[in-house]
């Protein structure tokens, strides 16, 4: 079905946070290095690397019979790569779905779901933190049509700008991440890709590497005949450890969606992500 699998596709096009620096005299069993850990690792124009698994799960809604019984899941790879550029940090973050979409057949009614390979996105962003905690970063964006079936995936090259603004301070990091895409091809029948996100985050740092907020990415597809918004809001909780020498964030959020696709789309829904920052050799 179209209009669920486009909804989908949107869901899966912003990837996770990126991972800053830590202080490197900051011993790994010194209790402040879990929280500033916490809050750098909201920092999405650092220098660290990290290696992201998100798991997501979706419950849908809708007028199409047989809709409020469906569900999406998906698994994430989001691998954070920083590289040193002049005065700020170029981070490419390329994003790894695999999807499962409920899919209905028209002549019967029946629901089934399709999995698969989803589209690679990629982000690239150079920016950088200023004295004063703000965020600031400028890039591009891609998606490459590599989904293993139509269900999961829109077969189109899409490219777009990206623009972050945020702030960064001791008591955690607000901001919002903007991109957006426009297809340069299409299948027969359907329109090019003509959609942005904005991912918003705001964090807040408690003691002892907890932290609670939210990343909600509310999103828009511009179609021919009508736009379509999706707006979620979210809470969650998010807890760094120190194992041993590398830092390792894990967060759990909760999602309700105010607005959806009046056919099919996302109602609520709730995802994991597991965050270890890793080392780099460049």
Sequence with gaps: MRACRSALVVALLCPGGAAPAVAQDQGPQDPA???EVARELSNPVGSLASLNLQVNYNRWDGSIPGAGDQSTGSIVFL???????????????PSFPVAGVPIRDP???DWEKEWGLG???????WGRKESSGLLW???GTFVLPTASNDYVGQGQWQLGPSALLGILKDWGVMGALWQHWWGLNSRDGEEKANKGTLQLFYWFSLPGGWQVGGS?????????VETEFTVPVNLGVAKTFIIGQMPLKT????QYFL?????VGPSWGVFLQVTPVVKVPW
């Design 137 to 139: 970063g400028l890039g």
């Design 79 to 93: 691998p954070v790569l920083p590289f040193k550029v002049g005065t700020g940090n170029l981070a490419v973050r």
């Design 259 to 263: 607005t959806r696709p009046e056919e």
């Design 119 to 125: 589209d690679i996105v990629v982000l690239t962003n």
């Design 107 to 109: 002549a019967t009614g």
């Design 251 to 254: 967060t759990l959020q909760g």
């Design 216 to 224: 909600p990415i509310p999103t828009a597809n511009y179609l021919s």
């Design 33 to 35: 290095s879990a929280s």
